[in-house]
């Protein structure tokens, strides 16, 4: 299984809505990481989890909320969000960080993203 | 800091054409260089890559050297094929960097007609 499997794959909410997005991977993964991408623009790094950890933080507003609950799940709970935050929202993992967090030169494995729109 | 400059886009070509994507970086240190692809309505996936001075790439017939003294990571493929139509990131990971895995360039669109 070399999947990062992402739910929902759309998601339409209004600004006072509370939803969260979800992400999982089985390939024993100790890595795993939200982005964000507007359209026609590169995936901008939000958070990294490194054994469980939030180890980055990319000076995201707290209506962003990240769990890892165990190795194999990542979520990203949504609350009071903007329409500016409509976007695709990607979680990708990889095998490793160092135990200080740092970065490694693994592959990244991307999910297919969830699709999302605030009104 | 670091960062990634790649030609801009969009790139229309037709099929059985040669291609070449332009990527250069600015980084400190000795980065990993990385090429994605991302297909309408889907997430990233890895091309190919290199970590080090004069490392060839290649994975689809895609190909990539990683040259230093350049400080160039161009990607090319000799014949492209309609199934090739995607956006393609060129990134640089800095392994001793806290800041985060990836550095993508902008994307560039690549549209292959029969």
């Known amino acids: 299984d070399t999947e990062v499997t992402q739910t929902p794959k759309h998601l339409v909410m209004g600004m006072t809505n509370k939803k969260s997005l979800k992400c999982e991977q089985h390939?024993?993964?100790?890595?795993m990481y939200w982005y964000k991408q507007k359209a026609k623009k590169p995936p901008e790094l939000m958070f990294v989890?490194?054994?469980?950890?939030?180890?980055i933080n990319e000076s995201v507003p707290s209506r962003f909320s990240p769990e890892c609950p165990n190795s194999s799940l990542l979520n990203l709970h949504l609350h009071a969000l903007q329409p500016e935050d409509s976007a695709l929202y990607l979680c990708?993992?990889?095998?490793?960080?160092?135990?200080?967090?740092?970065?490694?030169?693994?592959?990244?494995?991307f999910g297919s993203g969830t699709q999302l729109s605030v009104l | 800091g670091n960062s990634v400059t790649q030609m801009e886009g969009p790139v229309t070509l037709s099929e059985e054409a040669f291609l070449t994507i332009n990527c250069t970086y600015t980084?400190?240190?000795?980065?990993?260089l990385f090429w994605y692809v991302q297909y309408p309505g889907e997430g990233l996936q890895l091309l190919l890559k290199?970590?080090?001075?004069?490392d060839k790439g290649s994975n689809k017939g895609f190909e990539a050297t990683y040259r230093k003294e350049t400080t160039s990571f161009h990607l090319e493929k000799g014949s492209v094929q309609v199934s090739d139509s995607a956006v393609y990131f060129c990134?640089?990971?800095?392994?001793?960097?806290?800041?985060?895995?990836?550095?993508f360039g902008k994307g560039t669109k690549l549209s292959v007609k029969p």
């Open positions: 990134a640089l990971s800095d392994p001793w960097r806290s800041q985060g895995n990836l550095i």
């Open positions: 989890y490194s054994y469980e950890k939030l180890s």
């Open positions: 390939m024993g993964h100790r890595a």
């Open positions: 290199a970590t080090k001075a004069d």
């Open positions: 990708a993992s990889s095998r490793r960080r160092t135990n200080t967090g740092e970065a490694t030169n693994e592959k990244l494995f």
């Open positions: 980084a400190t240190g000795y980065p990993s």
